[in-house]
């Protein structure tokens, strides 16, 4: 079956400080990864993902995230953030054959302090 | 295209009842999912439906069910309620299998 892992359950930074939130996934498979996003008020959203190609994959709002398949890792990472991105950050797995469901991570909630 | 939508938002219900949350997704997708997402819980798969049939299936027990219509609209119930059941209810429609889902704004069920 498979599971993912979010360490960090609470990250509080500063404006312009660097991001990196971790994931760790289980799964045997090929595998296709995605972040997605909850701000305050709104819908989960999809921020990336990844399915084949360039493991450095890019998404909205300066985010990027690099799957490292050595690590089963596909962590997150902003260079600057900002108070806007103050959210919670799901990581999410699912096989890329076959109809299996979309696994999340418990989350990682993101504070920005301004 | 209109996003995903969800009804009711907002549902008190008192121990024992039942309930019924309705899931129309984006036109198009023949997909359906709905989690359950609470505090420190994180978003738990409750089921998948695809034209109709269910696909997958979450670890919840039996009170928890659901369907989905020739439309692609789904419904999800829940019998014999318990404080527990308390959270809120994402549905997400997708095109395909690649696991990419837009989700719905949820219905916020209290159990009283």
């Known amino acids: 079956a498979q599971s993912v892992s979010q360490h960090n359950h609470h990250v509080i930074l500063s404006e312009a400080a660097s991001l990196e939130l971790g994931c760790n996934y289980s799964?045997?498979?090929?595998?296709?990864l995605f972040w997605y996003v909850q701000y305050p008020g709104q819908h989960l959203q999809l921020l990336l993902k990844?399915?084949?190609?360039?493991?450095l994959v890019k998404g909205i709002k300066g985010f990027e995230a690099e799957f490292i398949k050595s690590k089963f890792s596909f962590n997150l990472r902003k260079p600057s953030v900002q108070w806007s991105d103050t959210a919670e950050y799901f990581c999410a797995v699912t096989s890329r054959f076959g109809n299996e469901k979309l696994t999340f991570g418990t989350g990682t909630r993101l504070t920005i302090i301004p | 295209k209109a996003g995903v939508t969800q009804t009711p938002r907002y549902l008190i219900k008192t121990r024992g009842q039942q309930v019924t949350l309705s899931c129309s997704p984006i036109s198009g997708h023949r997909s359906v999912s709905w989690y359950q997402q609470t505090p420190g819980q994180g978003l738990q798969f409750l089921f998948e439906y695809f034209s109709e049939t269910q696909r997958n299936k979450g670890n919840f027990p039996g009170r928890f069910s659901g369907r989905q219509f020739s439309n692609s609209r789904s419904e999800m119930n829940v019998s014999t309620l318990e404080l527990g059941d308390s959270a809120l209810y994402l549905c997400?429609?997708?095109?395909?299998?690649?696991?990419?889902?837009?989700f719905g704004p949820g219905t916020r069920l209290t159990v009283t």
């Open positions: 799964y045997g498979g090929t595998v296709n």
């Open positions: 997400a429609s997708s095109l395909g299998t690649s696991g990419e889902q837009y």
């Open positions: 990844y399915f084949s190609g360039d493991p």
